[in-house]
């Protein structure tokens, strides 16, 4: 055993992590019952439709309003900030191998009740999310058939585009992955064709000038602003979760993360500075991007960016029904839920029982649900989810050996340490209401906790 960090344990179901030996690896796949099939393009594909969902499309607007002419650098401080995490969360990730993402990060450093509870948020966050989407995709619909909006047609629509995901993820992770994959290309080409002409047509008279307007706006507007553009950029997280199923993930997930950041950080200062510079009344526009490209392109433009909504959200929600369902799965496994959560389909080697359960729920959401109760809960318990995987860190350097050649934070603790900063800036701007459902949720969750292990007890 000299010379490999074999599987360590804590108790019947603590953390874990296994060696990096080839062997290893095989051993640990058979045991999860899954087959690794994502490779660094996966988890680049899964991070950049978690993050490019509907968002980009709304947001221009508001950060418009906030900041004015200035607001295309707001995406960059934003991206910075976003990078001090990622890199941080690329560190950890390099240190497990299992599926399971900040659950096991957190459950590793402070126990399973820790783990737990950040299972439960994340996974609040992600099926209400997918649920507020795929009702969005359904509503996008309506602008090319009335009834699709409303009544019986909607229903049926939701349950369709619910079912057939599902059906998708339980055949395999190779054809949602490639499904994703094409989702994605689709999805870039509207904003890419948006991006790419808008630069030839923008009016600099719409930028600050020198002399009064050009002094730069007040902190408070950055905040407010960094607050809504920093949730264009969420979703990321979501791509550490299938580890299990991920080939070499110590080099996967850092490459697909920093990736998807660079490209969409990119992609997203040149559309917002297209639609400042192309669109005078961006501020009050309730269709920001559609009525760039109405402007550039006619009313063929926003019928284009209309379709881009629905591929956009499509690829979204997609991302979301791979990667939720692991999440429960991984608990299972960590005996955190029940154990039907986590059996595996035998012949098709993905985790069938979770991604029914997890299809079930968000159509319930998607039918009854809104986006105002979702934004109630994620604005506030992303945030903690990432202050608490970075605060793991100290212990996992300690205890949970790292891969071979595997990513390491630059300049000691300079990093995590800017990361928690810009983290309780966000945290600062959050209003009462969002803490307070949230921590009405996490008890609830502590609940069925205790619960469940009163009856493990008897």
Same mark, same amino acid.
């Given at each position: 055993?000299?010379?490999?960090?074999?599987?360590?344990?804590?108790?019947?179901?603590?953390?874990?992590?296994?060696?990096?030996?080839r062997a290893g690896a095989r051993r640990m796949a058979r045991e999860e019952g899954l087959i690794r099939?994502?490779?660094?393009?996966?988890?680049?594909?899964?991070?950049?439709?978690?993050?490019? %969902?509907?968002?980009?499309?709304?947001? &221009?607007?508001?950060?418009?309003?906030?900041?004015?002419?200035?607001?295309?650098?707001?995406?960059?401080?934003?991206?910075?900030?976003?990078?001090?995490?990622?890199?941080?969360?690329?560190?950890?990730?390099?240190?497990?191998?299992?599926?399971?993402?900040?659950?096991?990060?957190?459950?590793?450093?402070?126990?399973?009740?820790?783990?737990?509870?950040?299972?439960?948020?994340?996974?609040?966050?992600? @099926?209400?999310?997918?649920?507020?989407?795929?009702?969005?995709?359904?509503?996008?619909?309506?602008?090319?058939?009335?009834?699709?909006?409303?009544?019986?047609?909607?229903?049926?629509?939701?349950?369709?585009?619910?079912?057939?995901?599902?059906?998708?993820?339980?055949?395999?992770?190779?054809?949602?992955?490639?499904a994703m994959g094409a989702l994605t290309l689709l999805k870039f080409l509207p904003l890419l064709a948006?991006?790419?002409?808008?630069?030839?047509?923008?009016?600099?008279?719409?930028?600050?000038?020198?002399?009064?307007?050009?002094?730069? &706006?007040?902190?408070? +507007?950055?905040?407010?602003?960094?607050?809504?553009?920093? =949730?264009?950029?969420?979703?990321?997280?979501? +791509?550490?979760?299938?580890?299990?199923?991920?080939?070499?993930?110590?080099?996967?997930?850092?490459?697909?993360?920093?990736?998807?950041?660079?490209?969409?950080?990119?992609?997203?200062?040149?559309?917002?500075?297209?639609? @400042?510079?192309?669109?005078?009344?961006?501020?009050?526009?309730?269709?920001?991007?559609?009525?760039?490209?109405?402007?550039?392109?006619?009313?063929?433009?926003?019928?284009?960016?209309?379709?881009?909504?629905?591929?956009?959200?499509?690829?979204?929600?997609?991302?979301?029904?791979?990667?939720?369902?692991?999440?429960?799965?991984?608990?299972?496994?960590?005996?955190?839920?029940?154990?039907?959560?986590?059996?595996?389909?035998?012949?098709?080697?993905?985790?069938?029982?979770?991604?029914?359960?997890?299809?079930?729920? %968000?159509?319930?959401? +998607?039918?009854?649900?809104?986006?105002?109760?979702?934004?109630?809960?994620?604005?506030?318990?992303?945030?903690?989810?990432?202050?608490?995987?970075?605060?793991?860190?100290?212990?996992?350097?300690?205890?949970?050996?790292?891969?071979?050649?595997?990513?390491?934070?630059?300049?000691?603790?300079?990093? &995590?340490?800017?990361?928690?900063?810009?983290?309780?800036?966000?945290?600062?701007?959050?209003?009462?209401?969002?803490?307070? =459902?949230?921590?009405?949720?996490?008890?609830?969750?502590?609940?069925?906790?205790?619960?469940?292990?009163?009856?493990?007890?008897?």
């Amino acid at each position: 055993m000299s010379g490999a960090p074999w599987l360590a344990r804590q108790g019947q179901a603590g953390p874990r992590w296994r060696c990096e030996t080839r062997a290893g690896a095989r051993r640990m796949a058979r045991e999860e019952g899954l087959i690794r099939q994502i490779t660094p393009w996966g988890i680049w594909v899964l991070a950049v439709n978690g993050m490019i %969902g509907a968002g980009i499309f709304a947001v &221009p607007a508001g950060a418009a309003a906030a900041m004015g002419g200035w607001s295309p650098l707001i995406y960059l401080v934003c991206a910075a900030l976003l990078g001090v995490i990622i890199a941080c969360f690329a560190e950890i990730a390099t240190r497990f191998r299992e599926t399971g993402g900040p659950v096991l990060y957190v459950s590793t450093a402070f126990g399973r009740f820790a783990g737990y509870q950040t299972g439960m948020a994340v996974y609040a966050t992600r @099926v209400t999310a997918f649920g507020a989407n795929v009702n969005l995709l359904v509503a996008t619909f309506g602008f090319f058939w009335a009834d699709a909006a409303e009544g019986p047609v909607r229903i049926v629509l939701i349950a369709l585009v619910v079912g057939a995901l599902a059906l998708l993820n339980i055949s395999g992770a190779r054809p949602a992955m490639q499904a994703m994959g094409a989702l994605t290309l689709l999805k870039f080409l509207p904003l890419l064709a948006l991006a790419g002409v808008g630069l030839f047509f923008i009016d600099p008279g719409l930028f600050p000038q020198a002399g009064d307007q050009f002094a730069l &706006p007040a902190f408070s +507007a950055w905040g407010a602003a960094a607050l809504l553009v920093i =949730y264009a950029f969420v979703g990321w997280e979501s +791509a550490l979760i299938p580890a299990g199923e991920t080939k070499n993930p110590a080099r996967a997930m850092p490459l697909g993360l920093f990736w998807a950041l660079g490209v969409v950080a990119v992609l997203y200062v040149v559309i917002q500075t297209v639609a @400042v510079g192309v669109l005078p009344d961006l501020a009050t526009s309730e269709r920001a991007l559609v009525d760039v490209a109405a402007v550039l392109f006619g009313p063929v433009g926003a019928l284009f960016l209309t379709a881009g909504v629905i591929v956009s959200v499509g690829g979204n929600i997609a991302g979301t029904m791979v990667t939720a369902p692991r999440l429960t799965y991984a608990m299972a496994r960590e005996q955190t839920l029940p154990a039907w959560f986590g059996k595996v389909d035998e012949k098709r080697h993905t985790p069938s029982h979770s991604i029914v359960f997890f299809a079930g729920l %968000g159509f319930v959401l +998607a039918v009854f649900g809104s986006f105002v109760w979702l934004a109630m809960i994620s604005a506030f318990v992303r945030v903690l989810v990432y202050l608490a995987c970075i605060a793991a860190m100290p212990r996992l350097r300690r205890i949970a050996p790292q891969a071979e050649g595997g990513f390491v934070v630059p300049w000691g603790w300079t990093i &995590p340490l800017l990361a928690v900063g810009g983290s309780l800036v966000l945290l600062s701007q959050v209003g009462w209401q969002s803490i307070a =459902y949230t921590g009405l949720y996490l008890a609830g969750a502590a609940a069925l906790y205790a619960m469940m292990g009163w009856l493990k007890a008897r």
